[in-house]
């Protein structure tokens, strides 16, 4: 039976799919310089910054804003490569799929979601960077070809993300949180403000990098603050067979 996750129920309806986390509500006195851990105290004073700039529209207390600060940062990897199987029209569990996202149009998703587009052997995502791409590919298993490829994922957070890697076709702009679920593919359909950029979705699904930016501002407001999966990171996807 294809993954309940695919088969992801509309944000704030209720309902959650196998593969969501359960969000507890924001806390006021979450501190906009716990972003990451990772983060020095200026990058992170630079982070809280520019979400501030994006958010500070007068609808978020200064709390709020602190928060979504702090959650708009918390992709588990800035880089990572994988093989993944494609999922299409006339594979299993596609029609229940296409019916749940209400998107007719597509005859195939890539996405960094893998409950949509899964693992070849299993095998998993690698983190890398730049450097060690190359030596990344080459400890995965190789496509199968017209039915696998490689999956390239980098977070716009990121240093580098910037550098269009040779020898890869970039395939578009997907949105996800840390528990790299979908929130433009696998989260249900979009509706109200969203909805418009679900009409200009490419062939596979994905977005532009200006429509992609766009919605990850809107996703907060659309769906709830507390909502699984609303506060995204926007990924730029690459692929190469």
């Known amino acids: 039976m294809w993954p309940a996750a695919v088969l992801a129920n509309k944000p704030g309806d209720g ?12 806390s006021a006195q979450v501190p906009a310089f716990c972003i990451a851990r990772s ?13 501030r700039r994006t958010y500070s529209v007068g609808a978020f207390s200064e709390p709020m804003l ?26 299993k569990g596609w029609a229940e799929y296409i019916r749940s996202v209400e998107l007719p ?5 890539r996405t960094i ?3 949509l587009n899964r693992y070849a052997d299993d095998a998993g995502d690698i983190e890398c960077s730049p450097e060690t791409l190359g030596r990344s590919v080459e400890a995965l298993p190789i496509p199968k070809p017209k039915d696998e490829y490689y999956l390239l994922a980098i977070n716009l957070n990121a240093d580098f993300a910037t550098n269009i890697p040779s020898g890869w076709k970039l395939l578009g702009y997907d949105l ?20 418009p950029f679900t009409a200009r979705l490419n062939s596979v699904g994905l977005l532009s990098r200006d429509d992609a930016e766009s919605a990850q501002r809107l ?11 609303a506060h995204a990171a926007v990924w730029a996807l690459y692929e190469r067979e």
Not at 41 to 51: L, T, V, W
Not at 81 to 91: I, L
Request: hydrophobic share 30%; net charge positive; glycine share 6%.
């Open 15 to 26: 309902r959650r799919s196998a593969f969501r986390r359960k969000r507890q509500p924001p």
């Open 39 to 51: 983060l020095s105290i200026s990058q992170a004073g630079e982070q809280a910054a520019r979400i």
């Open 66 to 91: 602190d928060y979504l600060a702090m959650r708009s940062y918390r992709p588990r990897w800035h880089m990572f490569v994988s093989t993944r199987k494609r999922f299409r029209k006339g594979d």
């Open 105 to 109: 149009f597509l005859s195939e998703v």
């Open 113 to 115: 979601d893998s409950a």
């Open 176 to 195: 996800s949180d840390e528990t790299e679920t979908s929130s433009l593919l696998n989260c249900g359909p979009w509706e109200g403000l969203l909805k």
């Open 219 to 229: 996703l907060p407001r659309e769906w709830g603050m507390g909502m699984d999966h």
